[in-house]
């Protein structure tokens, strides 16, 4: 826990940072991005809260108490949890970008169905 921990934390700031340097979205997101940073700001806050439960539990027996806490276990569970949110802007990106990939936008799509053309009869 300790050390995987922070490790994965790490690797996702890298793949996050990677993924916002090198391929920019050239278009406006579909969706609020408040939402996505809603959710990586609640994981954070999760993970916060796992790495100090052991301490928080001590805060009840002194300065002293708190200064000689040693981890008994880590909830590996919550902070799944907390990684895959802290995750949710990362892959709102990633998703953007596939969709970009794969061709036009939907709106795109929907806006060539309605497209007026000329008639070269008349």
């Avoid at 300790?2 to 993924?19: E, Q, R």
């Avoid at 802290?86 to 970008?97: D, K």
Wanted: aromatic share 12%; glycine share 4%.
């Amino acid at each position: 826990g300790p050390v995987l921990a922070p490790v994965l934390i790490s690797l996702l700031m890298i793949l996050w940072g990677t993924l916002a340097t090198q391929y920019e979205s050239g278009r406006v997101p579909t969706a609020p991005n408040w939402r996505a940073w809603f959710l990586n700001f609640s994981g954070v806050a999760l993970a916060l809260y796992v790495f100090m439960a052991d301490t928080i539990a001590a805060t009840h027996y002194g300065a002293t108490a708190i200064r000689n806490v040693l981890p008994e276990k880590f909830n590996w569970l919550l902070f799944s949890l907390a990684l895959m949110l802290m995750a949710a802007p990362m892959l709102r990106q990633l998703a953007e970008l596939l969709n970009r990939w794969q061709g036009k936008p939907k709106t795109a799509e929907v806006a060539d169905e309605f497209k007026c053309a000329r008639n070269p009869q008349t």
